[in-house]
């Protein structure tokens, strides 16, 4: 017979509980002992001279050095450029398909390692939504000083998506269209109160623990694709991080808050992108977001695939996402008679081409 725990005392353990938690967190912050690792160590003092963006490397204002991959156009001469911010844990290399796939349809693509992630310094340390929010700013900057004219778009997976989100809302951010696959906006207001629970005791009593190992959320096991090839792939890449630190996870929730609020003032052209499949962010999250997106705004193209999941372009269907995303890109390109007339009748031919196709999987886009 199970040990049956009466009300008042569980609510009195929990009361005795936070109020150490509390205690503790206190005399961490100011008898300067600490449970926290030391900051780690940064290139920052190394550049100061502003942003600046070469071959294989974006440095943004403080100095920091992203790692940065680039696929030009086939033909040399690309008429749009998109500027790809990669997922949680991973790095700029996930869009090698997305990047090939696209320089075939001469549209240069840029991706770089996010702060934490892939190549750069302290990888596994969260360095702030802001802060990355601003690089993305001044990177699409410093490209449009280089290509003056040339249309721009950016593309987040997962975390990307909530950068990319945080950066159009709170930042200088412009940019010819957004490209969301599966953003992460799993904030607290979607998260049941003992996740909340739990993430806010361990964030602030043992931030420095790593936590993970698979794939997994609170816990569960989850399936992030059904190509079970490029999963076996990514565990066995060494600049795929697998396992998080707390207080990593604790700064990516506070990312996903912000993002999930930037939805409602979302305006500019937007294609976004879910898999009905999708475990990391489920369905009830996703419907969430598309509820808080605004009414009136008709710019707001969204694909759903049925056999979808949340590393769509992984997937085994990820050639009908590339497909889509090249199709909404040159779409726009068209469409967008006020920047680009001169260039418009450069894509009609295109576009026709297309139109029987697009027809097609109109019955996948609800806008």
């Not at 096991?221 to 076996?232: E, H, K, V, Y």
């Not at 590393?311 to 269907?317: E, G, I, K, N, W």
């Amino acid at each position: 017979m199970l040990f049956k725990v009466k009300k008042p005392f569980l609510f009195l353990f929990m009361f005795l509980f936070m109020c150490a938690t509390a205690a503790i967190h206190f005399i961490s912050d100011n008898l300067l002992w600490s449970f926290k690792s030391s900051k780690p160590d940064t290139n920052e003092n190394k550049y100061r001279s502003g942003p600046l963006l070469t071959k294989s490397t974006f440095i943004s204002a403080d100095g920091y050095l992203h790692p940065l991959k680039v696929w030009d156009a086939e033909n040399g001469k690309h008429k749009a450029i998109v500027v790809c911010l990669h997922g949680f844990n991973d790095y700029s290399s996930s869009f090698k398909s997305l990047g090939k796939y696209l320089s075939t349809q001469n549209i240069k693509t840029i991706a770089y390692d996010q702060r934490g992630f892939g190549g750069t310094d302290s990888p596994g340390y969260w360095h702030g939504g802001s802060v990355m929010a601003e690089d993305l700013s001044s990177l699409v900057a410093l490209i449009k000083d280089k290509e003056e004219d040339m249309p721009v778009f950016v593309l987040g997976s997962s975390m990307g998506g909530g950068v990319v989100l945080k950066a159009l809302s709170t930042t200088d951010l412009i940019v010819d269209g957004a490209i969301l696959l599966a953003p992460a906006v799993r904030g607290r207001v979607v998260m049941p109160w003992y996740q909340r629970t739990t993430l806010w005791f361990a964030a602030h009593v043992i931030p420095w623990v790593q936590i993970g190992g698979g794939a997994s959320i609170a816990g569960r096991t989850i399936t992030p694709s059904d190509n079970i090839l490029a999963l076996r792939k990514m565990r066995k890449d060494p600049m795929i991080i697998k396992k998080t630190i707390i207080s990593t996870a604790w700064g990516l929730v506070n990312l996903m808050d912000d993002a999930l609020l930037a939805s409602n003032e979302l305006s500019v052209n937007t294609l976004l992108l879910y898999g009905a499949k999708d475990e990391v962010i489920p369905p009830y999250v996703m419907k969430r977001m598309m509820d808080s997106l605004p009414k009136e705004s008709g710019n707001i193209t969204k694909i759903i695939y049925d056999d979808g999941y949340h590393m769509l372009l992984h997937d085994l269907q990820a050639e009908r996402v590339l497909f889509d995303i090249n199709l909404w890109i040159q779409d726009s390109l068209v469409t967008n008679t006020t920047k680009y007339k001169e260039k418009k009748t450069l894509h009609v031919s295109l576009s026709q081409k297309w139109n029987n196709t697009y027809k097609l999987i109109r019955a996948r886009i609800h806008s």
